[in-house]
């Protein structure tokens, strides 16, 4: 069992930042993938960013590509999404989810078995 709390959410104005946490616990979620996805009003959750716990690789969406960063403390057991040169179009619910790894970094939201409770992230124009 893998149990993750996110926090940092807000409002913010298009070109400024915001920096998400997902603190991770439970028994084996080193062995797991760590994502970030996001779901605005009306549409589908979509994948953002994850890192593999073991070795820290990670992946990002196109959309966020040079803009955001994942990261991962191993001492707090706690991943982060940097956000800078936020858009409106970034407004939604940032959830962060575990997938076991497996074979190349998880993407799809149907491989990630286990979610936060999501934090709002809002960008004013």
């Known amino acids: 069992q893998v149990q993750l709390v996110e926090s940092g959410g807000g409002l913010v104005q298009a070109g400024g930042s915001l920096r998400l946490s997902c603190v991770v616990s439970g028994r084996t979620f080193s062995n797991y993938d760590i994502g970030w996805f996001r779901q605005a009003p009306g549409k589908e959750r979509e994948f953002v960013a994850a890192?593999?716990?073991?070795?820290?690789?990670?992946k990002y969406a196109d959309s966020v590509k040079g803009r955001f960063t994942i990261s991962r403390d191993n001492a707090k057991n706690t991943v982060y999404l940097q956000m800078n040169s936020l858009r409106p179009e970034d407004t939604a619910v940032y959830y962060c989810a575990a997938a076991r790894s497996l074979g190349t970094i998880r993407a799809a939201r149907d491989d990630y078995n286990y979610w936060g409770q999501g934090t709002q992230v809002t960008v004013s124009s």
């Open positions: 890192i593999r716990w073991i070795g820290g690789s990670t």
